[in-house]
């Protein structure tokens, strides 16, 4: 029953910082990898027209888009997701896939011009934040497979 209600200051935080964690790390990630790799691609491109603001914010709802696609075989089978020990574990990890993604904004707005630096930057800005953190949590799932945890959602 203790575990069902805490009792302590200590444990009634800790349950609040766990109730605002779950569930937000990776939109967390994202949303700051986003904004950062558009500072990016405007330091490198300048400032920005509306039809380049449409085209950032359409890169990145595409590169959503076509991942699900094709981790969904065609939007026909769910989306899975790990136990809240891998999915803690892989979201810890995730200043990776941010720096790699912001990055990769950068390098994409430096090599193209126009709307195409501004709708490739935030593809694969997103691009690579998804599949790197992908990798963060198959890594994360890997250990915690290693050290004899519940891998799985339950």
Known sequence: MAADH?????ERLDRGA?????????????????????????????QPSYSDLLLYGMGAAVAFTALEALVTRGFRVALS?????????GT??????????????LAVAAALRGGAAWFGGA???SLVFLLIESM???????????????????
């Open 81 to 89: 997701g790990g136990s809240d020990q891998v999915i803690t574990l």
């Open 123 to 125: 593809l694969g800005a």
């Open 92 to 105: 810890a990890l995730a200043f990776v896939s941010v720096a790699a993604a912001i990055t990769t904004a």
């Open 18 to 46: 766990g109730e605002a964690l779950q569930g937000n790390a990776t939109a967390f990630g994202y949303s700051v990898m986003i904004t950062a790799s558009f500072g990016a691609v405007q330091h490198e491109r300048g």
């Open 136 to 154: 963060e949590f198959v890594l994360a799932e890997w250990v915690q497979e290693r050290r004899g945890e519940p891998t799985e959602q339950r």
């Open 6 to 10: 805490p009792s302590g200051a200590r």
